[in-house]
């Protein structure tokens, strides 16, 4: 038993009074701790998880935005795939190009808009269309979800002003596929994107077997 003053007299402070006792206090912090230390790497994974799983819609905005401005501006257009610095995933840019008589879209450069200028032959000049780019900083590291582009080299995709893909450039790309690592098999599926001849990507599964809906096409 102790005193306690205070104003108008004396209370007595007993055993019977509330509160956490330096061991209480100490157990409780020994038992946060470990359950921190058992849920922060699961969230961590689940996090990671979450953004492998939702990179193919990354690639598929870029792919389907491509094919839209395209037929937007009655133009033609091409998504380029580079090397993102970050995470070794892959950035994309649209760029949209008029074509005039004597002045075709080839790939060299000039012809294109940038994205600080559009380009030479914009109907609405100064004011018309800059490319758009979108960089992959959010996606997981490439060695986590492993990017291949088929074929081998191939980076670009042209795009005629009805939308449909342009086939008369060399190397286009086909195909991106995404594989996870050892470290998210079984959480996150391999998936493949494929643009068709009429423009539009979809979704396959490369793993299933021939003749599957859930496929990719040869």
């Given at each position: 038993m102790f005193q306690l003053e205070r104003a108008?007299?004396?209370?007595?402070?007993?055993?019977?009074?509330?509160?956490?006792t330096m061991v209480e206090l100490m157990i409780a912090l020994v038992v946060f701790a470990f359950m921190l230390a058992l849920g922060v790497p699961n969230m961590s994974k689940w996090v990671l998880?979450?953004?492998?799983?939702?990179?193919?819609?990354?690639?598929?905005?870029?792919?389907?935005?491509?094919?839209?401005?395209?037929?937007?501006?009655?133009?033609?257009?091409?998504i380029?795939?580079?090397?993102?610095?970050?995470?070794?995933?892959?950035?994309?840019?649209?760029?949209l190009c008029f074509p005039v008589p004597g002045t075709p879209c080839s790939q060299v450069s000039g012809v294109w808009s940038t994205p600080?200028?559009?380009?030479?032959?914009?109907?609405?000049?100064?004011?018309?269309?800059k490319s758009v780019f979108r960089g992959a900083d959010a996606l997981p590291q490439a060695d986590t979800l492993v990017p291949t582009l088929t074929p081998q080299g191939s980076s670009e995709i042209y795009y005629t002003e009805l939308g449909w893909v342009d086939t008369t450039f060399a190397q286009r790309l086909t195909r991106l596929q995404l594989e996870p690592s050892s470290q998210l098999a079984g959480e996150v599926p391999s998936v493949a994107l494929v643009v068709t001849l009429a423009g539009m990507a979809s979704k396959c599964d490369p793993t299933v077997a021939?003749?599957?809906?859930?496929?990719?096409?040869?």
């Open positions: 108008g007299g004396w209370a007595e402070a007993g055993a019977g009074q509330g509160g956490f998880a979450s953004k492998a799983r939702s990179a193919s819609e990354f690639y598929v905005d870029g792919f389907a935005r491509a094919r839209r401005e395209a037929v937007a501006h009655n133009a033609r257009s091409r380029v795939l580079s090397p993102n610095l970050v995470n070794g995933q892959m950035d994309w840019q649209i760029d600080d200028t559009p380009a030479p032959n914009d109907p609405q000049g100064a004011a018309g269309y021939p003749g599957d809906s859930r496929g990719c096409p040869p």
